[in-house]
C-alpha cells in the first residue's frame, strides 16, 4: 500500500515544476519578441543611417568634384586676364606709338595735297576740273574728324595713282573751251603728258598746248586728219597707228 502512494506523490510533486516551466517559457518568447521588435526598429535606424551616409558621400563626391571643376576653371580665368592685361598694356602701348606716327604723318599728308595742287597748277591743263575737284575733296578731307587717319593716307594715295596713270595714258574727252571771250564744245585729245590738244567738232580749228609759253598754239590743216585719228584710237574706235601729231621737245619742269 506504500508504493502508490509514492507514486501520487511523485506526481503532485511534478506537476507545480511544469506550470513554472510554462510561465518561464512564455516569459522567454515575450521577451524574444521584445528584442526581435527592438532589433527590427535599430535594423530601421541603421538602414536610415546607411542611407543617409550614403546620400551624404554622393553629396560630398559631387561637392570634390564642383570644387575641382572650378579650380580648372578659375586657372583658366586667371590666364585669360593674365592675356587680357598683356593686351591692355600692348594696346595702350600701340595707341601711344600711333599718337606719335599722328604726329609726324598729318603734316606730310598736307605737304602731300599742297604739292600735288602745285604739280596740277605747272601740269598740262587736261580735265581741270575734274583735278580740281578731286583737290579740293582731299583738302576737306584733311579736315574731317569723322575718318581715320590711315583712311585719309589711303585715298591721298590714291589720288597720286590716278595722277601717275595720266602719264602712260592717251584719253579723248569732250568740253567746252573759251576762245575771244566765247565758248565752243571741242573734243580734247591727250597723249600722256607729252602732248595735248583739241579740235572743234566741225574740224576747222584745231590747236595744241605749248608748256613752254602756258598757251594754246592754232595748228593748221595738215594736222586735222591726224588729231582726228589720234581721237578715234582714244576711243578705242579703230586699230592704233601711227600718225603725225605735233609733239614738242621736252623742256625742263619745275
Same mark, same amino acid.
Given at each position: 500500500?506504500? =508504493?502508490?502512494?509514492?507514486? +501520487?506523490? +511523485? ?7 511544469? %506550470? ?53 576653371? @578659375? ?6 586676364? @593674365?592675356?587680357? @592685361? ?54 576737306? +578731307? ?16 590714291? %589720288? ?58 592754232? +595748228? ?11 581721237? =578715234? ?5 579703230? %586699230? ?15
Amino acid at each position: 500500500m506504500k =508504493k502508490p502512494f509514492m507514486t +501520487l506523490l +511523485l506526481i503532485g510533486l511534478t506537476l507545480p515544476s511544469f %506550470a513554472q516551466s510554462g510561465a518561464k517559457a512564455k516569459k522567454v518568447v515575450a521577451e524574444d519578441k521584445k528584442s526581435l521588435r527592438m532589433a527590427q526598429a535599430s535594423q530601421k535606424k541603421i538602414d536610415k543611417l546607411s542611407d543617409e551616409t550614403q546620400t551624404l558621400l554622393m553629396k560630398y563626391r559631387q561637392t570634390l568634384k564642383q570644387i575641382e571643376n572650378a579650380k580648372v576653371y @578659375n586657372d583658366q580665368l586667371r590666364k585669360i586676364i @593674365n592675356t587680357q @592685361n598683356d593686351e591692355k598694356v600692348s594696346i595702350a602701348t600701340q595707341i601711344e606709338e600711333l599718337k606719335e606716327t599722328n604726329q609726324g604723318i598729318v603734316p606730310l599728308m598736307v605737304s602731300m595735297v599742297e604739292n600735288m595742287d602745285k604739280f596740277v597748277a605747272l601740269d598740262v591743263p587736261f580735265l581741270p576740273e575734274e583735278r580740281s575737284k578731286r583737290i579740293g575733296d582731299l583738302n576737306g +578731307l584733311l579736315s574731317r574728324a569723322d575718318i581715320s587717319t590711315s583712311e585719309k593716307f589711303r585715298q591721298i594715295l590714291e %589720288a597720286y595713282q590716278i595722277e601717275n596713270e595720266y602719264g602712260r595714258t592717251i584719253e579723248a574727252y569732250r568740253g567746252i573751251k573759251e576762245k575771244d571771250g566765247k565758248e565752243m564744245t571741242v573734243d580734247y585729245l591727250r597723249i600722256g603728258r607729252v602732248a595735248l590738244m583739241y579740235q572743234s567738232l566741225d574740224g576747222k580749228e584745231s590747236a595744241v598746248w605749248n608748256s613752254q609759253s602756258k598757251a594754246w598754239e592754232e +595748228l593748221g590743216s595738215e594736222y586735222k586728219k591726224s588729231i582726228q585719228s589720234g581721237l =578715234k584710237m582714244a576711243r578705242k574706235q579703230t %586699230a592704233p597707228q601711227l600718225v603725225k601729231l605735233p609733239i614738242a621737245a621736252a623742256g625742263e619742269v619745275l
